[in-house]
């Protein structure tokens, strides 16, 4: 990043100094990916507390060794898988965690599933095997169609929609571009990931649908919010020039 600065301005995820926004985005994502966990654990397992849960973490690189750190120091058992095997000894190296095959990883004896990963994992032959109440983590398209949201839901399996739980890194990049952000502000910000997946995780247990169905629809509203409120502002503004 600090390269690409160098031939253009719109750039997120330079060092920092001081209390300013900014960095890597990682250890953002991560917390936002472990808090909204916490909130899929309570609403499936019944309670928030993450000691003695399983989880299951596919992929340990940048993102997922933070959510290793994360959920070992609340006391989670960890399962762990990557096919860089530095990644497995740099996180074996830190916390304790088992290591299972990249193949076998989706489908372990455990209570929580986090594709932290390759996307499209989330599918037809895959998600029959699944033995997790949760699937929660940190991989981008983990669906590989929108019907495996249904897929999931009729399987009793709880499923935290990728772009809303992820989202902690793109709040980081987003505040660190339009400047005069603290690394507190974007903190508070990403701390409100867990409420978002609570309202979405209610919504769609009230109307039998599923979370992906539920959080798309939200996420379009906002979009259409947003577009209306900027077209009241122009017109506005054509009324006040003409």
């Not at 989880?55 to 959920?71: P, R």
């Not at 037809?124 to 929660?136: L, M, W």
Request: aromatic share 4%; net charge neutral.
């Amino acid at each position: 990043m600090r390269i690409v600065r160098g031939e253009t301005p719109f750039v997120s995820g330079l060092p920092q100094s001081g209390a300013a926004a900014g960095g890597d985005p990682s250890p953002w994502t991560a917390l936002g990916v472990f808090q909204g966990i916490q909130a899929a654990a309570a609403a499936r397992l019944g309670s928030e507390s993450l000691e003695g849960v399983t989880v299951a973490v596919q992929g340990v690189g940048h993102v997922g060794i933070y959510l290793c750190k994360l959920l070992h120091e609340a006391g989670a058992k960890l399962l762990v898988a990557d096919v860089n095997r530095d990644n497995l000894v740099s996180l074996c190296d830190q916390v304790p965690a088992t290591v299972v095959s990249p193949r076998d990883i989706l489908f372990s004896d455990a209570d929580v599933i986090a594709p932290c990963a390759l996307g499209n994992v989330l599918n037809s032959e895959t998600i029959p095997r699944i033995r997790a109440k949760i699937v929660a983590g940190a991989a981008n398209n983990q669906l590989a169609s929108v019907e495996d949201g249904a897929r999931l839901t009729e399987r009793g399996i709880l499923y935290a929609p990728d772009y809303v739980i992820n989202a902690g890194g793109v709040i980081s990049v987003a505040n660190e571009y339009l400047g005069n952000i603290t690394a507190a502000k974007v903190r508070s910000e990403v701390c409100r990931i867990p409420d978002r997946l609570r309202r979405i995780f209610a919504d769609a247990e009230s109307s039998a649908r599923p979370t992906n169905v539920v959080a798309d629809e939200l996420a379009q509203q906002i979009v259409a919010k947003g577009r209306q409120s900027k077209d009241t502002k122009q017109s506005t503004a054509d009324r006040r020039f003409a």
